[in-house]
Antibody, heavy 118, light 111 residues
Framework: QVHLVQSGAEVKKPGASVKVSCKASGYTSTAYYMHWVRQAPGQGLEWMGWIKGDSGATSYSQKFQGRVTMTRDTSISTAYVELNRLTSDDTAVYYC???????????WGQGAMVTVSS | QSALTQPASVSGSPGQSITISCTGTRSDVGGYNYVSWYQQYPGKAPKLMIFEVSNRPSGVSNRFSGSKSGNTASLTISGLQAEDEADYYCNSYTSSSTRYVFGTGTKVTVL
C-alpha cells in the first residue's frame, strides 16, 4: 500500500524560500511521477509540476518557472519542492501526489501548510 | 492557461442524479482523453474518483461516472447520498506549457 507523508507546517517571511518534503512508502520501484499541487485558502487546486522518481527529470508549470525546484532523494524515497521569493500569494497547502493512473493523481500526501507573513 | 470552467455549485436531493460540467478547449479537454475528477472534503486531501474520462479506480462507487463530449467533460453522481456533499474538481492534461490544468471547482450540496 503506497503512502505519502509530508513535512509539517511552515511560516516564512516574504522574500524567503520554503522546502517541503514528501516521503513515500510502499513503492517497489522509483519509476513514478511525483506531482506537486497547491491550494490557497478557500481557493481551488493549482498544478505546480512533477518530478520523475528514477531519472529526476522535471516539468514545471510556466507560472512557477524560475522560482520552483523539485528534487528527490531515492535513498530515502523522499521528494522535495522548494519555492523561492515567497509572497503572501504563496500562502497555501502544498500537496504531493503520485501518478498511479495515466495522467491522474491517485495517492496524495496529507498536505503541508505554508504561511507567508511579515 | 486558464482554469477549466465548472459551475460553482450543484445541488440535489438524496437519491437524485446530478451532473457537473467541466469546459475547456481543444488544447486540453477536447484534445486528450486524460480528464480526471477529484472529490475533496474540507481540510482533507483530494481523492481520485475518475481517470481517463470515464474509468473508476478500485474502491470508488459505481454511482460516479464520467463522460466527455467535445471540449466539455462531465461527472455524474447517481443515487445522491449525504456523503457525496463535497467539492469536486476536474483536471485535464493540456498541450500548453502548464501541462495540467484544474477546473474551478464545484461545491455539491445534498438537500
Amino acid at each position: 500500500q503506497v503512502h505519502l507523508v509530508q513535512s509539517g507546517a511552515e511560516v516564512k517571511k516574504p522574500g524567503a524560500s520554503v522546502k517541503v518534503s514528501c516521503k513515500a512508502s510502499g513503492y517497489t520501484s522509483t519509476a513514478y511521477y511525483m506531482h506537486w499541487v497547491r491550494q490557497a485558502p478557500g481557493q481551488g487546486l493549482e498544478w505546480m509540476g512533477w518530478i520523475k522518481g528514477d531519472s529526476g527529470a522535471t516539468s514545471y508549470s510556466q507560472k512557477f518557472q524560475g522560482r520552483v525546484t523539485m528534487t528527490r532523494d531515492t535513498s530515502i524515497s523522499t521528494a522535495y519542492v522548494e519555492l523561492n521569493r515567497l509572497t503572501s500569494d504563496d500562502t497555501a497547502v502544498y500537496y504531493c501526489a503520485t501518478e498511479n493512473k495515466p495522467k491522474a493523481l491517485e495517492i496524495w500526501g496529507q498536505g503541508a501548510m505554508v504561511t507567508v507573513s511579515s | 492557461q486558464s482554469a477549466l470552467t465548472q459551475p460553482a455549485s450543484v445541488s440535489g436531493s438524496p437519491g437524485q442524479s446530478i451532473t457537473i460540467s467541466c469546459t475547456g478547449t481543444r488544447s486540453d479537454v477536447g484534445g486528450y482523453n486524460y480528464v480526471s475528477w477529484y472529490q475533496q472534503y474540507p481540510g482533507k486531501a483530494p481523492k481520485l474518483m475518475i481517470f481517463e474520462v470515464s474509468n473508476r479506480p478500485s474502491g470508488v462507487s459505481n454511482r460516479f461516472s464520467g463522460s466527455k463530449s467535445g471540449n466539455t467533460a462531465s461527472l455524474t453522481i447517481s443515487g445522491l447520498q449525504a456523503e457525496d456533499e463535497a467539492d469536486y474538481y476536474c483536471n485535464s492534461y493540456t498541450s500548453s506549457s502548464t501541462r495540467y490544468v484544474f477546473g474551478t471547482g464545484t461545491k455539491v450540496t445534498v438537500l
